[in-house]
């Protein structure tokens, strides 16, 4: 699906890397640049170098940092060399851009657990094979060693007090009640460095993050500027909303990360299909690999029947691949499936994998079936016995897809794969019940 740059089909002169630059602004992915027409030149005359920072905060990242992992994988898809940097020093201090109030500070132990989890996360979407591999960094290696002295004198005589001042991300802070400590104030010196490394040992010519990060990108290039004489290049994005203005990546059961054990490949699948339709097409533009041309046939065909929701389905199918592997795309398609039209007795096992690991289950005896109306109480499908009987004669309830009847036996019909019986009441409310004799 992703497909790859540098596989001995493709030369860099093949990529035409002006209408590169051209794709990134039509998909919406550029908030700011250093100078564009010396941005585009730069990219037009080869590879380059280009990181994005990932401050391990927790022990997982979510979609809200996703933007910059597929970042990275476009320009890797498109002949560059990639370097996702894990924060192991900066996260020890935390960045005050876009926040109102200081971050809690994590411990060593909880950094490099939390910089182990991401580096994995980020290994899974990047390339780190092939001719053009991705290199994984972490600022800790050159930062935690580096003696105070030799930070003050070699890198912060470099960077002015008003500079620091002028940046965004420091005057929101300094206007606000909770005020700036020096802890924070320091964040920008140290990004900044990260960029002067990785441009010193890597050739690293390009920093990317969010519109919030311009000050620090800003400041990292003029420390390139000032020590080593050369040219360096930011790229922002904007922040992401939803077309009601609210924050993108937020649920009403919090955040949607993309570790699997927080976030189910089925919940993350079920984020990007409940896309609303006034939003998908940004987010095609900004997540998915599929070419320009690709996205408006899918929205064409999208608009053609947006009852069908081909655009969301195509989306949800795409992000749950990319970060879970296409097994898990496969068996939460499936597993949605069962929960929401096609017939369960159909279902594999990997997806009845998938609805077991979603729904509340019960284990029931085979005399406990006698008392159908009581069993759909105990599975939360009634109020009350009264209550499923009405249903019952309003063929309200299913089991395996089978309408229920008021003399129906559960034990009496086939288990589905897992030994699983589906009971569902009307579209949406689906428990599980497993039958022991």
Not at 287 to 297: G, P, Q, V
Not at 306 to 315: F, I, N, V
Not at 342 to 351: L, W
Request: hydrophobic share 40%; glycine share 10%; charged share 25%.
């Amino acid at each position: 699906m992703f497909g790859d740059v540098g596989s001995g089909a493709e030369s860099w002169h093949d990529i035409r890397c002006m209408d590169f630059t051209a794709e990134l602004e039509a998909r919406g992915l550029i908030h700011d640049t250093t100078d564009r027409t010396q941005f585009a030149a730069r990219l037009n005359s080869g590879p380059i170098g280009v990181y994005v920072g990932f401050d391990p905060t927790a022990d997982s990242l979510h979609v809200g940092h996703l933007l910059g992992q597929v970042g990275l994988r476009r320009f890797q898809k498109n002949g560059h060399r990639v370097f996702p940097l894990a924060g192991g020093a900066t996260g020890m201090v935390g960045d005050p851009s876009g926040r109102s109030e200081e971050r809690n500070l994590l411990t060593r132990d909880e950094l490099e657990h939390n910089v182990r989890s991401i580096s994995q996360q980020l290994e899974g979407i990047l390339d780190f094979s092939g001719s053009n591999p991705a290199t994984m960094v972490n600022n800790a290696d050159w930062t935690v060693q580096m003696p105070l002295l030799d930070f003050l004198r070699d890198i912060g005589k470099h960077v002015s007090v008003p500079q620091m001042l002028g940046k965004d991300s420091v005057k929101s802070r300094l206007s606000a009640e909770s005020g700036l400590s020096f802890t924070e104030f320091s964040y920008m010196l140290l990004q900044a460095n990260d960029f002067r490394h990785l441009h010193a040992e890597h050739n690293v010519e390009l920093q990317m993050g969010g519109s919030d990060q311009w000050g620090n990108i800003t400041a990292g290039i003029d420390l390139i500027r000032r020590t080593a004489g050369a040219a360096a290049f930011g790229l922002t994005w904007p922040l992401l909303t939803k077309s009601d203005g609210t924050k993108f990546g937020k649920t009403a059961a919090g955040a949607v990360w993309l570790d699997p054990e927080r976030t189910s490949p089925y919940q993350f699948r079920q984020f990007w299909l409940q896309t609303d339709d006034a939003d998908v097409r940004d987010r095609l533009l900004r997540f998915s690999l599929r070419t320009l041309d690709e996205i408006d046939a899918l929205l064409q065909q999208h608009d053609a029947a947006p009852h069908e929701r081909e655009a969301q389905k195509a989306l949800a199918y795409e992000m749950t691949a990319m970060v879970h592997g296409d097994p898990a795309a496969v068996a939460a398609d499936a597993a949605a499936a069962v929960l929401f039209g096609s017939d369960p007795r159909d279902a594999d096992a990997a997806a009845m994998g998938v609805v077991a690991g979603e729904l509340p289950l019960t284990e029931v005896s085979a005399a406990e079936c006698d008392d159908l109306p009581a069993l759909l109480v105990e599975c939360g499908l009634a109020k009350s016995k009264g209550d499923a009987r009405r249903t019952l004669e309003q063929r309200g309830f299913r089991c395996n897809g089978e309408v229920l009847e008021l003399d129906s036996n559960v034990s009496e019909m086939a288990a589905l794969k897992g030994g699983f019986h589906l009971m569902q009441k009307g579209r949406t409310s689906h428990h599980l019940l497993r039958i022991f004799s």
